[in-house]
C-alpha cells in the first residue's frame, strides 16, 4: 500500500468510529448553524441551474446523508423535481447511518447509497457516465481526499454543460482582521475539544483544524476549477471565512 493509499484508509477508519456521533457533534459545534449554510447551498444551486426537473443529483462524501436530505425538501419547497439522487461515500460506517436516516426515500427509489471515493467517482463499482449529472455536491469532505486534483477532475468529467457543482468546505483563507483570527482559535483550539468530548474521540477532532491548516484557500479551489472548466457562479464566506460556500457552473 501506498503513503497515499495508507493515508486515505486512515482517514475512512477514523470516520468509520466516529459516525455514531457525528451528527450529533456537527450540531453542537456549529451551534446548529451549517444547517442554514446547506439550505442556501441547494437554493443557490437551484438558482444556479435554472431548472424545474433535475435528473440526476450526485453527493460525494455523503456521510451520514445530511446533505442529500436537504437536497430533498429544498427541492420540495421550491417545487422543484428531482428524478434520482446518489450518495456516494468510502466509510461503510457513515453509510450504515444513511441508510437509516434516507430509508424512505431509498425505498422509494429516489436515493441511492454506494461506496466509493472522489477521485473516482463510481456507483456499485462501475464509473458514473462523463456529463451525465447535473448537480454534484461535497460538504465538508473534500479536504479529507488526498488526492484533491484527481477529485476535481472527476467533478468536471461527470458535470452535464451548464451542470452546478457545489461544495461546502473549511478553507485555509488567511485571516482578515481581529474576528478571522478569534474564529481561528476557536476552530484550532476549541472545536477539537468539544467534538472530542462529543464523540470520545479527540484525535478525530484534533484532525479537523490540521486539515485546515493543509487545505486550499477559496481562491485558490476557484482558480483549480476554472482551469478544469467550472466558473464561480457564487461564493460566501461564513463565521469570519472559516467556512466557504462555493457554486460553480460547467461551461
Same mark, same amino acid.
Given at each position: 500500500?501506498?503513503?497515499?493509499?495508507?493515508?486515505?484508509?486512515?482517514?475512512?477508519?477514523?470516520?468509520?468510529?466516529?459516525?455514531?456521533?457525528?451528527?450529533?457533534?456537527?450540531?453542537?459545534?456549529?451551534?446548529?448553524?451549517?444547517?442554514k449554510w446547506r439550505k442556501e447551498a441547494c437554493k443557490k444551486a437551484f438558482e444556479a441551474l435554472g431548472k424545474e426537473h433535475i435528473s440526476c443529483i450526485?453527493?460525494?462524501?455523503?456521510?451520514?446523508?445530511?446533505?442529500?436530505?436537504?437536497?430533498?425538501?429544498?427541492?420540495?419547497?421550491?417545487?422543484?423535481?428531482?428524478?434520482?439522487?446518489?450518495?456516494?461515500? &468510502?466509510?461503510s460506517g457513515m453509510l450504515q447511518v444513511a441508510r437509516q436516516k434516507l430509508a424512505p426515500l431509498m425505498e422509494q427509489g429516489i436515493v441511492e447509497l454506494?461506496?466509493?471515493?472522489?477521485?473516482?467517482?463510481?456507483?456499485?463499482?462501475?464509473?458514473?457516465?462523463?456529463?451525465?449529472?447535473?448537480?454534484?455536491?461535497?460538504?465538508?469532505?473534500?479536504?479529507?481526499?488526498?488526492?484533491?486534483?484527481?477529485?476535481?477532475?472527476?467533478?468536471?468529467?461527470?458535470?452535464?454543460?451548464?451542470?452546478?457543482?457545489?461544495?461546502?468546505?473549511?478553507?485555509?483563507?488567511? &485571516?482578515?482582521?481581529?474576528?478571522?483570527?478569534?474564529?481561528?482559535?476557536?476552530?484550532?483550539?476549541?472545536? &477539537?475539544?468539544?467534538?472530542?468530548?462529543?464523540?470520545?474521540?479527540?484525535?478525530?477532532?484534533?484532525?479537523? &483544524?490540521?486539515?485546515?491548516?493543509?487545505?486550499?484557500?477559496?481562491?485558490?479551489?476557484?482558480?483549480?476549477?476554472?482551469?478544469?472548466?467550472?466558473?464561480?457562479?457564487?461564493?460566501?464566506?461564513?463565521?469570519?471565512?472559516?467556512?466557504?460556500?462555493?457554486?460553480?457552473?460547467?461551461?
Amino acid at each position: 500500500m501506498s503513503n497515499t493509499q495508507e493515508k486515505q484508509a486512515q482517514i475512512v477508519d477514523m470516520f468509520n468510529d466516529i459516525a455514531p456521533s457525528y451528527d450529533r457533534a456537527n450540531r453542537v459545534m456549529s451551534l446548529g448553524i451549517d444547517v442554514k449554510w446547506r439550505k442556501e447551498a441547494c437554493k443557490k444551486a437551484f438558482e444556479a441551474l435554472g431548472k424545474e426537473h433535475i435528473s440526476c443529483i450526485l453527493d460525494v462524501a455523503c456521510g451520514t446523508g445530511d446533505m442529500l436530505w436537504h437536497w430533498y425538501n429544498e427541492a420540495k419547497g421550491a417545487h422543484k423535481h428531482i428524478a434520482k439522487m446518489y450518495g456516494i461515500d &468510502p466509510s461503510s460506517g457513515m453509510l450504515q447511518v444513511a441508510r437509516q436516516k434516507l430509508a424512505p426515500l431509498m425505498e422509494q427509489g429516489i436515493v441511492e447509497l454506494s461506496i466509493g471515493q472522489a477521485k473516482a467517482l463510481e456507483i456499485e463499482s462501475k464509473a458514473i457516465p462523463s456529463q451525465s449529472v447535473e448537480i454534484v455536491s461535497i460538504a465538508y469532505g473534500l479536504r479529507n481526499v488526498v488526492d484533491l486534483d484527481k477529485a476535481l477532475d472527476e467533478f468536471a468529467r461527470v458535470l452535464t454543460h451548464g451542470g452546478i457543482l457545489v461544495i461546502l468546505e473549511f478553507m485555509n483563507n488567511k &485571516p482578515r482582521g481581529i474576528f478571522d483570527s478569534m474564529m481561528r482559535f476557536y476552530t484550532q483550539r476549541i472545536l &477539537p475539544l468539544v467534538g472530542g468530548l462529543v464523540s470520545q474521540n479527540y484525535a478525530a477532532y484534533k484532525y479537523l &483544524p490540521d486539515s485546515i491548516k493543509h487545505f486550499v484557500s477559496s481562491q485558490e479551489l476557484a482558480q483549480k476549477l476554472l482551469e478544469r472548466g467550472i466558473k464561480s457562479y457564487y461564493i460566501k464566506g461564513y463565521s469570519a471565512n472559516i467556512s466557504t460556500l462555493y457554486v460553480g457552473v460547467k461551461s
